[in-house]
Every structure is written in C-alpha cells, then in structure tokens.
C-alpha cells in the first residue's frame, strides 16, 4: 500500500442538483467501465488513487473545478453507479461522508462474507489509512470522509478527506494496495500515500516520515503502559504527488495549458466532423459535441503527464457554479449517449466506437505536437456562453 499523494482544496458548501448528479453517476460509471475493459480493474484504482487525475475526471463530470466538494460528489456518484453493478465490473465502493464512513467496517465485512475476501485485514487497512491521516499526521485537518474501493480481486484504493475549518480549507488524502506487502505490518506508514490533496500551510508534525524513526522510538519508550498499537508501524511519507487548487473559483488563463486546450478546439472545430461521425455511427455530430468526448477520451486514455491541470477538463461540460460557463446538458447527454453505444458495441466486439475514442485522443495528441498556436481563452469561454442557451446551459442557482 502506498499514500500515493495529496491535493489540497478551498472549502466550499452546498449541495449537487439532481439533474447533475444523475448525470455524473451515470458519465462517471461509464468512464470507469471503459477503463475496466480497456485496462482492467487495478487501473480503475490507480486512476484513482493519482490526485491530478481524480480532480480532472471530476472536473469532466461537470463539478466545480477546484473545490473540496468534488471529492464528496464524485464518490457518491461512483457509489450510486459501481455497487449495483459490482458482480458485472468487479469494483465496489464502500464508505462516504459522514455516517457512511463510519459504515465502511460493516460494509466490508459483508462483502468478505459474500465474496471470501478477508474482511479482517480489509477492515485493517481502512482503519490504519484513516489512523495515519486523522492522527501520525498532524495537519490541522480532521477526517470527514472515508472513501474504500475495492476489486474483487482483494485490491484497493482509500480515497478520504479531511477539513480545517479555521483555514476553510480541505485536504484529500489517497492511497493504493498495489504493489504493498500486506505481510509486513509497517508497510502500513511506510511510504504510504499515493496522493494527499491540500492547501500547504507550513510546517506539520509529521510522525509518519522516515526522518521520525527516533522520535517514533522515544514515543514507545514513553507509552509502555498503553501504547497505541498504530504509533508502532509508523514510518515514511515520501515521493507523493501534491495538487493545490486556488482560492478563486473562477477559472482563469494561468489554470488551463492552453496549448493543449487549443488542440481540443482544433480537433473539435477544424477537424471534419464527419471523420468521426462515420465511426461513431452517430448522424449529425457536432463539434460541440466532439469537444467534449476529446476531454473524455483523455481521461480514459491519457498518461499521467496530462492531468497536470486539471481546470482544462472542465471545458467538457462546464460547472454547476457557472465557472468557467454553465453545464451544457444538451451536449452532456449527448456524450452520454455516444459513451453508451461506445461499451455496448465493444461487449459485443464491434470496436468501431470504442477505436474512434481513442482516436480523438491521439488526433488531438497529434495536433498539439504540431506547435498548434494557443487557444484564445477569453474568445473560448465568450463562445459557450453565447451558445449556452442552444446547448441547454444550467447552473446550481437556477
């Protein structure tokens, strides 16, 4: 198990409309099970278990781009979509916020019944990640949620956040079983995260890191009557990923690479339409449309170095807030629609839908490698929210 990184995030408050979040279940269960027949479950948890790559897929799904609320609306939204499917894909998520992170024990035991899996060491893991985050890590952040998914196969991911409310800030935290020895108890804090997501405030303590092992010694030494069992498995934090958001909640030329964006909009706009549309057997496609699935496409098959900024992804579908314009459900539900036929096709090995996606990532790999000048930002944003009305634009305040 490795704490894979950490991303740090403005706190925000509110709620997801119901016309969003049933539109995320379904568009982020179909991002997930594409990366399932495409690669396989341990990448769903790797994916997940990257920082940049969380926030850019919750981006895509229409959430605000930056703020603590994305971790919270897209594990509910995979939670709704994954479990009623578990047997099919072989992912179940487990936990949540509040009260359902408090569940994740019994979630887990039931599961190990039903499938043979050994509920105690599962239930082990969880309560050690959020053991090591809510207290080896002082930080001023307190765990409010508790995200475990797991496969099938006994491999998982812990995605779980936690909140400074003096700063206003939130701090997600990620971690992955791959590649962990299970039979070594300190694997546990050595080395843990792949990701803590948070806003640097200076120095913490830090129990966790290699650099502790005395203090970590002289700390037993001194809690021989009763000591906390956790305290003794401590030991390194290193070589994570670290994402921080900005403050504002607008999104602004700075956050997005632009040449990259540019090349989304040439294989949007410039491109023939009806290259694609052949393929995806879809009449009438439009470049809108193909904006969209290109940042979806990315999101399946792009590398790691691509989600280094994760606001470009919110040029798929807008945010609830308005930010960088509102949710074009139109175009959203069209993207659905294409995804869909996309994996119904490929189950039935006709992979015409399922090639062309991957096509228009590497169609705009190309064309971003061919030294494309840089999207125009402000002209971009101008022009969706000129056709906001057409594509059925929506806000959290209508």
């Excluded at 897209?74 to 979509?81: E, H, N, P, T």
């Excluded at 024990?105 to 082990?124: H, N, V, Y």
């Excluded at 890191?209 to 010694?217: E, I, M, P, Q, V």
């Excluded at 999207?375 to 022009?383: L, P, R, V």
Aim: charged share 25%.
């Amino acid at each position: 198990m490795r704490r894979t990184g950490h991303a740090d995030l403005p706190l925000h408050t509110g709620t997801v409309p119901r016309w969003l979040a049933d539109r995320m279940k379904t568009l982020g269960t179909l991002i997930i099970e594409s990366l399932v027949l495409n690669f396989g479950k341990n990448e769903v948890l790797l994916r997940l278990s990257d920082p940049f790559w969380f926030q850019s897929f919750g981006a895509v799904l229409g959430m605000d781009w930056h703020s603590s609320g994305i971790t919270t609306s897209v594990m509910y939204a995979l939670k709704r979509g994954l479990n009623p499917r578990a047997k099919e894909l072989g992912i179940c998520v487990c936990g949540g916020r509040g009260t359902y992170s408090r569940n994740t024990p019994e979630e887990l035991r039931f599961l190990s019944e039903a499938t043979g899996l050994d509920g105690d060491s599962l239930i082990k893991a969880s309560k050690l990640c959020a053991k090591v985050d809510n207290t080896a890590i002082q930080d001023g952040f307190q765990l409010y949620q508790h995200n475990f998914i797991l496969t099938n196969s006994g491999e998982w991911c812990v995605v779980q956040q936690g909140m400074n409310t003096q700063a206003k800030t939130a701090r997600r935290y990620h971690w992955c079983s791959l590649n962990f020895d299970r039979q070594k108890t300190d694997s546990y804090l050595n080395s843990p995260h792949t990701a803590i997501i948070g806003e640097n405030k200076g120095e913490i303590l830090n129990l966790a890191d290699t650099k502790a092992h005395n203090t970590r010694s002289r700390i037993l030494e001194l809690s021989k009557d009763n000591p906390d069992k956790v305290v003794s498995e401590f030991s390194k934090i290193s070589g994570y990923r670290q994402l921080e958001m900005p403050r504002h909640e607008d999104v602004r030329p700075e956050d997005v690479n632009l040449k990259r964006l540019g090349a989304v909009l040439a294989t949007s706009y410039e491109s023939n339409p009806k290259d694609f549309e052949s393929l995806l057997l879809t009449p009438g496609l439009g470049p809108r449309t193909l904006q969209s699935l290109t940042l979806v496409s990315e999101v399946v098959y792009g590398t790691p170095s691509r989600f280094s900024d994760p606001a470009r992804f919110s040029f798929a579908h807008g945010g609830k807030d308005g930010h960088p314009f509102p949710v074009p459900v139109k175009i959203y539900d069209e993207t659905i629609r294409v995804m869909q036929e996309s994996i119904e096709k490929a189950k039935l090995n006709y992979t015409d839908k399922s090639y062309c996606l991957r096509r228009l990532h590497r169609t705009a790999e190309e064309i971003e490698n061919a030294f494309l000048p840089k999207a125009n930002f402000y002209k971009t944003i101008e022009h969706e929210k000129a056709h906001s009305e057409e594509w059925g634009g929506r806000t959290v305040y209508e």
